[in-house]
């Protein structure tokens, strides 16, 4: 069963006077365990896509459900706490607190879903043993290589077990070989935990951890 499912998704911006159709009509579905790679040109819609199934914009029309909950578009109040619970996103900026340790940025994240006080210090652990980076939890992101603040991210997004994975070009400020470890680093974890990952990518070496492909083009998935 899908832990992620969107039917028939469309989404229009204005510009102008005009009304730019961006998504027409996407379905798409998440299994758990199961990592997918979605590539399309700048302009295809793969990041309105992305912003829509990670619940920060609401759709035109369409349904989407996650963990078997239908999201109400026209409750968007409510898309942060769907967010917080289901969702772990990473960023090809890493988005790190420059201020904060390691160990107390993931910690942040977890301070965010509710979970505060030495329960999420030992789950912030826990989550930076998964990434291998247990001996680097006292430094701060201007300490860390490229690719450890990558793994830190990818911890801050395991905190709280969220049922979806959603990299945005999690590779792009990594060299190739670094890239691929925290490629092969990001299927493992997908594979052990049960978790579904997408990976909005341009990089070719994400198909080679992706057990599906997909493209987007002009508002339309083609496969």
């Known amino acids: 069963m899908p832990v992620l499912q969107a039917n028939e998704i469309r989404k229009s911006f204005k510009e102008g006077r005009e009304l730019v159709n961006v998504l027409n009509g996407v379905s798409l579905s998440l299994e758990p365990g199961e990592v997918t790679a979605l590539e399309g040109p700048s302009g295809s ?3 309105t896509l992305l912003s829509i199934i990670g619940c920060i914009l609401t759709p035109n029309s369409g349904d989407l459900f996650i963990d078997g909950e239908r ?3 026209k409750r968007s109040d409510r898309l942060p706490g769907i967010r917080r619970r289901a969702i772990g996103f990473v960023f090809q900026q890493f988005n790190l607190f420059p201020a904060l340790t390691a160990l107390e940025n993931v910690e942040y994240a977890l301070n ?6 030495p329960e999420a210090r030992s789950q912030a652990q826990t989550a930076l043993d998964k990434v291998g980076l247990s001996d680097r939890r006292s430094f701060l992101p201007r300490d860390l290589s490229g690719g450890q603040k990558q793994r830190i991210a990818i911890a801050r997004a395991l905190a709280g077990n969220p049922k979806v994975l959603l990299a945005d070009e999690p590779t792009a400020n990594l060299d190739s070989q670094m890239g691929m470890q925290i490629l092969d680093l990001f299927r493992a974890l997908a594979k052990q935990e049960n978790r579904a990952l997408l990976i909005v990518t341009h990089d070719a070496k994400v ?3 992706s057990d599906r492909v997909v493209r987007i083009q002009d508002g ?3 496969n």
């Open 45 to 47: 819609g793969k990041t």
């Open 112 to 117: 965010i879903k509710g979970t505060r006080g």
């Open 207 to 209: 198909r080679n951890i």
């Open 71 to 73: 999201v109400d578009p």
């Open 220 to 222: 339309r998935l083609l």
